[in-house]
């Protein structure tokens, strides 16, 4: 059966195509291009991520449950963390794209239950925001850090929540709405350089079957339902490149764009469940970072004794619920309405204007977990080779006549780190000023207008600079390795 379309199926109109041209395209590159165009090829990398995360399972089950020595919490939170900030800067979404969890979605497909759709109340971003707040208390609560056999559990839990849910819906839910990993991933791939894009926007306008979404004889359609004549964004876009390969044309790219391109211009409608994740997410961010430095051992204690709360679930539930959800929320949802009054009578609604102004916090939250997960890094990038030969020599798979060293972990010296995390977050600040300043640029709004909407907006990016960069000078916990307690 076809996929209803963002167009409702009907023959596309000239204004619904976007018509960028791919000048160059990295899917008619002579080797990565065949590759990547292969009816296989994106298995391949899919297959290289699962074996990781069978590794993950099972050394966590099995192996020792302390996390310095266990591949499962080493690789979880501390390489696959910097990989993905990596990636998706240099890069684009390549998480998704090889993303392990999705390898049943073809049998979970053919077991398919009903086959209905997703409930339209959560067609959004609600939920994913839900898991990423669930995530990072569990994270703090339980040290999912600390634990290799918690970290297994995690994994487990993401193969049976995308499989049961690719088996009770027609589409593809868990990667577009629930998965706190692809909510991440789609907002900070909205400032990577490559997009899909198609090769000949004509072509897509005379397409009867629309193979790119609907899918064709040999290969599924794009499991987001994102149409490619009309894609303008990266979000939910997880780079899956299925609608290349159905494409009876060969009609479909891969090209880069220009910088801040997509952040810099409004690229869909305005919703506040967009504009909150966004805005939650530099906060996450800042979060995430103060509950390893020493200010928050401080607060847990007043909390107990002036609160006279003495579980730390609770605490962490009231930190974090303050600084994700309460902040995030009066930021948006102030933010615009501050818009509104300041910007006088040429002024957009608030959700408009939310909408307009939120994406500048992508650059600020990008600088923020740049700097944290290249901290983490960093300090422990190397600690994976000792983790690895001990499993080898553990199992007898590999004698190479060497003992593990656990002292080798750093990949750049300690007093490199903290002046590359003041780089990352000013320029996270500063891009995020220009992102500001193109945005309040349109037609019928005076510069002196536009200047009063981003006030508002500006002034809390500069607090959060400040204030990111004062949790990054304080001593921060390398958690995972041996090396704790460091700058």
């Known amino acids: 059966m076809d996929v209803p379309l963002p167009l409702t199926g009907e023959k596309p109109r000239s204004g619904d195509i976007y018509r960028p041209p791919a000048n160059l395209d990295l899917l008619h590159l002579p080797v990565l291009g065949r590759l990547l165009r292969w009816r296989w090829g994106r298995l391949v990398f899919q297959l290289f991520f699962f074996a990781v995360a069978a590794l993950v399972i099972y050394d966590g089950f099995t192996g020792p449950q302390l996390a310095p020595e266990n591949s499962a919490t080493v690789l979880a939170w501390v390489h696959y963390r910097g990989y993905v900030i990596l990636a998706l800067l240099l890069v684009g979404n390549l998480f998704c794209f090889g ?31 839900a898991g990423l707040f669930l ?12 634990s290799p056999w918690l970290t297994a559990w995690v994994a487990v839990g993401y193969f049976v929540g995308s499989f049961v849910l690719e088996a009770l819906f027609a589409e593809s839910p868990f990667c577009k709405y ?31 079957g629309k193979e790119c979404v609907n899918g064709s004889a040999t290969v599924p359609g794009c499991g987001t339902e994102l149409f490619v004549p009309t894609i ?34 409004d690229r869909g409608p305005a919703r506040w469940d967009m ?26 204690t007043w909390m ?40 006088g009578r040429s002024s957009q609604p608030p959700l408009l204007l939310a909408g307009r102004y939120a994406p500048a916090f992508v650059p600020m939250g990008f600088g923020i977990w740049l700097a944290h997960y290249g901290f983490h890094f960093s300090i422990a990038g190397l ?10 020599l553990d199992h007898g798979i590999l004698w190479l006549g060497l003992h593990p060293d656990w002292g080798t972990s750093r990949v750049l010296p300690q007093e490199w780190i903290f002046p590359l995390q003041i780089g990352a977050v000013l320029a996270g600040f500063f891009v995020a000023l220009y992102v500001l300043l193109r945005r309040a640029i349109r037609p019928g709004t005076t510069p002196a207008e536009g200047f009063r909407e981003i006030l508002p907006w500006a002034l809390v990016l500069l607090v959060i600079t400040i204030v990111s960069l004062s949790i990054f000078n304080l001593p921060m916990e390398m958690r995972g390795t041996f090396n704790l307690g460091v700058r």
């Open 275 to 300: 504009a909150f994740l966004v805005v939650a997410l530099t906060l996450f961010g800042i979060s995430n970072a103060f509950g390893m430095v020493s200010p928050v051992y401080a607060l847990h």
């Open 304 to 343: 107990a004794e002036a609160l006279g709360l003495e579980s730390d679930g609770l605490r962490l539930l009231l930190i974090f619920g303050t600084l994700n959800i309460a902040l995030p929320a009066l930021v948006v949802f102030g933010g615009a309405r501050m818009s509104k009054v300041l910007g």
């Open 232 to 265: 303008r964004s990266n979000m939910d876009c997880t780079f899956c490149l299925d609608c290349a390969r159905a494409c009876p044309y060969d009609n479909v790219a891969l090209s880069p764009r220009a910088p801040l391109e997509e952040l810099t211009h």
């Open 99 to 129: 993303c392990p969890f999705t390898l049943p979605r073809t049998l979970a497909r053919r077991l398919s239950l009903s086959g209905g759709r997703w409930p339209r109340p959560l067609r959004n971003k609600w939920v994913s925001i």
């Open 135 to 146: 995530i990072f208390w569990l994270y703090e609560w339980l040290d999912l850090w600390a």
């Open 383 to 392: 600690a994976i080779v000792p983790v690895m030969q001990s499993f080898m």
């Open 178 to 208: 629930v998965c706190p990993l692809g909510a991440f991933n789609f907002v900070y791939s909205t400032a990577s350089p490559l997009q899909i894009r198609p090769r000949e926007a004509e072509v897509c306008s005379t397409c009867v």
